[in-house]
């Protein structure tokens, strides 16, 4: 498949550590947060979201922390296996438009 | 339960030449979203469609074209296409406009 991210900023972790991959956004008025996780060759696949009435959403060995003071979205995993290695990117949606704005992704590499 | 699909997977063109790439929303969705997403950057919001109406559009010329039709598919036209067009194309359906959007694997243009 094609190469998604090729010069991104990069995480890289050992298998079973946590991974913590930030992402910033610029618009206050952004009520809904998503991460997407896009591995070669596929579409980004969605992984959590969190509405801005919260500043912290947990799923299945991830959790989404939201800032608003400081317009600041972060995504952890827990006890990362080589499966999480794709691009992650963190995406906001304003009621102000019907569009998702997407951050610049990050590129998580595991070691086994 | 089928997810969202596109076609064609790969599509070569020359400049000036025009294109069409196809989808199909997950099952039960109404709502259809075009990205465009080069190489090493986030996928930028092109237009989407609902009701078979474009209800908004991103930052991209009116080279950039689109249809939804009564079944919710869609489909998305480039005329005049330059070099700067080759892309990963994604469509992403969601459950009216401000749910959360499911993406497609993707057409991969390139433009010679």
């Known amino acids: 498949g094609e190469s998604v991210g090729l010069h991104l900023p990069t995480l890289s972790v050992q298998e079973g550590d946590n991974s913590i991959i930030n992402c910033a956004y610029s618009?206050?008025?952004?009520?809904?947060f998503i991460w997407y996780k896009q591995e070669s060759g596929k579409g980004p696949q969605f992984i959590i979201d969190?509405?801005?009435?919260?500043d912290k959403r947990q799923g299945q060995r991830v959790t989404v922390l939201l800032n608003k003071t400081v317009k600041h979205l972060s995504l952890q995993i827990a006890a990362t296996q080589p499966g999480d290695s794709a691009v992650y990117f963190c995406?906001?949606?304003?009621?102000?438009?019907?569009?998702?704005?997407f951050g610049g992704g990050t590129r998580l590499m595991v070691k086994p | 339960d089928a997810g969202v699909t596109q076609s064609p997977t790969h599509l070569i063109k020359t400049r000036g030449q025009q294109v069409t790439l196809r989808c199909s929303p997950k099952?039960?969705?109404?709502?259809v979203s075009w990205y465009q997403q080069a190489l090493g950057q986030g996928p930028q919001f092109i237009f989407q469609?609902?009701?078979?109406?474009?209800?908004q559009r991103g930052n991209f010329p009116d080279r950039f074209s689109g249809h939804q039709f009564p079944n919710y598919s869609s489909e998305l036209n480039v005329n005049a296409l330059l070099l700067g067009d080759s892309a990963l194309y994604l469509c992403?359906?969601?459950?009216?406009?401000?749910?959360?959007?499911?993406f497609g694997p993707g057409t991969r243009l390139t433009v010679l």
């Open positions: 992403a359906s969601s459950l009216g406009a401000t749910d959360t959007q499911y």
């Open positions: 469609y609902y009701e078979e109406e474009e209800r």
């Open positions: 969190i509405r801005s009435n919260m």
């Open positions: 618009n206050s008025a952004s009520d809904y």
């Open positions: 099952s039960g969705h109404d709502t």
């Open positions: 995406a906001e949606y304003s009621n102000a438009g019907n569009m998702l704005t």
